[in-house]
T-cell receptor
Framework: GDSVTQMEGPVTLSEEAFLTINCTYT??????LFWYVQYPGEGLQLLLK?????DKGSNKGFEATYRKETTSFHLEKGSVQVSDSAVYFCALSEDQKVTFGTGTKLQVIP | KAGVTQTPRYLIKTRGQQVTLSCSPISGHRSVSWYQQTPGQGLQFLFE???????NKGNFPGRFSGRQFSNSRSEMNVSTLELGDSALYLCASSFQPGSGSPLHFGNGTRLTVT
């Protein structure tokens, strides 16, 4: 079945550092890929998405590129802020089912 | 447009009791999914409803059930509560099930079983 593997957290970075959160997936076909973010005390919210190979999703300075050859969808941001501290979930959607990764907690310190 | 609304926000119940959680999706959304989130198990899929029909179900015991009404609002019920049911229960809606439709989550119901 489908699966999503994210890097283990927590990830601790200093403000203005470069962020990469790795995400790889296993799917039988051509899934859509998503990154969701969860701030403390809230539900998940969509950060960005990509629906086909080589698509780049971007939002709020975050980017991720759908790499079919490496089955990856790594999340990147050039300069993180304290306000980016949250849990990030990679997810795929295929055959009308959604599969989430385990989440990666990011802590940004001033 | 109002977001996904979950009620109540917090619940405290005793082992053996039952509980009903409510979810109102975004207007126009007909698909509603439920997830259980715990620190140890992460985000686990419970079930999904579309047009009042359960389309998918996760690997949870029969004590967990749900339904969807004609206005797309959904409820989930947990009977004979156990300590391990303590979790954040998240509801998500989307326009329709499909690979390109993102999920819109509510802020969840925090259930504590004592």
């Amino acid at each position: 079945g489908d699966s999503v593997t994210q890097m283990e957290g927590p990830v601790t970075l200093s403000e203005e550092a470069f962020l990469t959160i790795n995400c790889t997936y296993t799917a039988t076909g051509y899934p859509s890929l998503f990154w969701y973010v969860q701030y403390p005390g809230e539900g998940l919210q969509l950060l960005l998405k990509a629906t086909k190979a080589d698509d780049k999703g971007s939002n709020k300075g975050f980017e991720a590129t759908y790499r079919k050859e490496t089955t990856s969808f790594h999340l990147e941001k050039g300069s993180v802020q304290v306000s980016d501290s949250a849990v990030y979930f990679c997810a795929l959607s295929e055959d009308q089912k959604v599969t989430f990764g385990t989440g990666t907690k990011l802590q940004v310190i001033p | 447009k109002a977001g996904v609304t979950q009620t109540p926000r917090y619940l405290i119940k005793t082992r053996g009791q039952q509980v009903t959680l409510s979810c109102s999706p975004i207007s126009g959304h007909r698909s509603v999914s439920w997830y259980q989130q715990t620190p140890g198990q992460g985000l686990q899929f419970l079930f999904e409803y579309f047009s009042e029909t359960q389309r998918n179900k996760g690997n949870f015991p029969g004590r967990f059930s749900g339904r969807q009404f004609s206005n797309s609002r959904s409820e989930m019920n947990v009977s004979t509560l156990e300590l391990g049911d303590s979790a954040l229960y998240l509801c998500a809606s989307s326009f329709q099930p499909g690979s390109g439709s993102p999920l819109h989550f509510g802020n969840g119901t925090r259930l504590t079983v004592t």
